[in-house]
């Protein structure tokens, strides 16, 4: 099974901040890597899809990049309805896998 | 507008069976793989089980393997999710989701989850 480890796993951010997460995976897994959002209580929210793909209706704020094993996700001016938890996925093979998550507060 | 709704979320005794429903529109259903994913309280997100558009194809977590069993009826747009043999670790937050494109194996609607409580 390919683990997908991300980095930190909390974070304190401002309001305007650049952020910057990190998704690592223990093989190769090309560009299929997704980033999701997820709010207390709610669904997550797919963000970015293979690596760098912005999903429709997604701020252009949020932006991916990566390609084998190692993944970021960056935030370029920190909003505060960003304040969340940031999972990142595989989408390589079967068994799917998610990172632990990465949450973000004040 | 797509929408994916959850039931049949309860709370059980280890040991027993349960069946989870998603029923979903807004969307060609028969064209997308769909998926499973699950939350325990407080924990990241675990994937579960997908199966392909057509329901010819099926795949499993380790954990669930043997136990859960997926299938899909594309005449009513309905996903299911068959639990046996249910344990305190399978207590969570059941998701299901749709595949962004025919099979790609990332999602971009969800359902708002349906709890699973398994206790004695």
């Known amino acids: 099974d390919i683990q997908m480890t991300q980095s930190p796993s909390s974070m304190s951010a401002s309001v305007g901040d650049r952020v910057t997460f990190t998704c690592r995976a223990s093989q190769t897994i090309n560009k299929y890597l997704n980033w999701y959002q997820q709010k207390p209580g709610k669904a997550p929210k797919l963000l970015i899809y293979s690596g760098s793909s912005l999903q429709s209706g997604v701020p252009s704020r949020f932006s991916g990049s990566g390609s084998g094993t190692d993944f970021t996700l960056t935030i370029s001016s920190l909003q505060p309805e960003d304040f969340a938890t940031y999972y990142c996925q595989q989408s390589f093979s079967t068994p799917l896998t998610f990172g632990g998550g990465t949450k973000v507060d004040i | 507008e797509v929408q994916l709704v959850e039931s049949g979320g309860d709370l059980l005794q280890p040991g027993g069976s349960l069946r989870l429903s998603c029923a979903t529109s807004g969307f060609s259903f028969s064209s997308h793989a769909m998926t499973w994913v699950r939350q325990a309280p407080g924990k990241g997100l675990e994937w579960v089980s997908s199966?392909?558009?057509?329901?010819?194809?099926?795949y499993y977590a380790d954990s669930v393997e043997g136990r859960f069993t997926i299938s899909r009826d594309n005449s009513k747009n309905t996903l299911f999710l068959q639990m046996n043999s249910l344990r305190a670790e399978d207590t969570a937050v059941y998701y299901c989701a749709k595949d962004r494109i025919t099979i790609s194996w990332d999602f971009d609607y969800w359902g708002q989850g349906t709890l699973v409580t398994v206790s004695s």
């Open positions: 199966v392909s558009a057509s329901g010819g194809s099926t």
